[in-house]
């Protein structure tokens, strides 16, 4: 007599059982690695970006604003026309990093000025900076919203009067 070798249906139904876990697993594991590595990428795009303004600030000796837009989703880098004139501005670039479902807040103001001595004043909504205003401490915060509407994956980022940061995982 001959023996049969091979799986019965019920092996093979749990082997299948336990693939599709797995599957699963991985699924949930990757939209998660994916969404946490986007917002990473995101806040050490605008760090860079803050860092450079700073460099542009020093090397000319003038102030350099970042200034954020309404919808939330791009900002843009001027520099100050002449050092006596802090209303007229330079587009220097416009960064719009953020991928769908990204955005950011930048509290209840929206513009920000670095000098060259790396200290942050705000800039009111006529484009205008204060140079004799005290120094400002600013709080920008990034998110990523999942698809049902609900955020995720926030940072916060907050840059001290003296051009200090500080990035906070919530």
Do not use: C
């Not at 000796?61 to 026309?81: C, E, H, M, P, W």
């Not at 000025?113 to 004043?121: E, I, K, L, Q």
């Not at 484009?127 to 004799?132: A, K, L, R």
């Not at 955020?151 to 051009?163: D, E, L, N, S």
């Amino acid at each position: 007599m001959k023996k049969n070798s091979g799986f019965t249906v019920v092996e093979l139904l749990i082997v299948l059982l336990l693939l599709g876990v797995l599957v699963v697993l991985t699924l949930r594991v990757g939209e998660s690695v994916t969404a946490n590595s986007r917002i990473t990428g995101l806040i050490n795009n605008f760090l860079a970006d803050f860092s450079q303004a700073k460099l542009l600030a020093s090397s000319e000796n003038r102030y350099v604003a970042i200034t954020f837009s309404n919808d939330g989703r791009s900002y843009s880098l001027q520099k100050q026309n002449d050092i006596t004139d802090f209303t007229t501005w330079t587009q220097v670039k416009t960064v719009t990093p953020l991928s769908e479902g990204a955005f950011f807040t930048a509290g209840a103001f929206s513009d920000f000025a670095v000098n060259s001595t790396g200290v942050v004043r705000l800039v009111d909504s006529g484009g205008t900076v204060y140079p004799g205003s005290n120094p400002a401490n600013v709080t920008l915060v990034f998110y990523i919203r999942k698809r049902d509407g609900s955020i995720a994956y926030r940072r916060t980022i907050q840059i001290f009067p003296y051009g200090g940061l500080k990035v906070e995982k919530h």
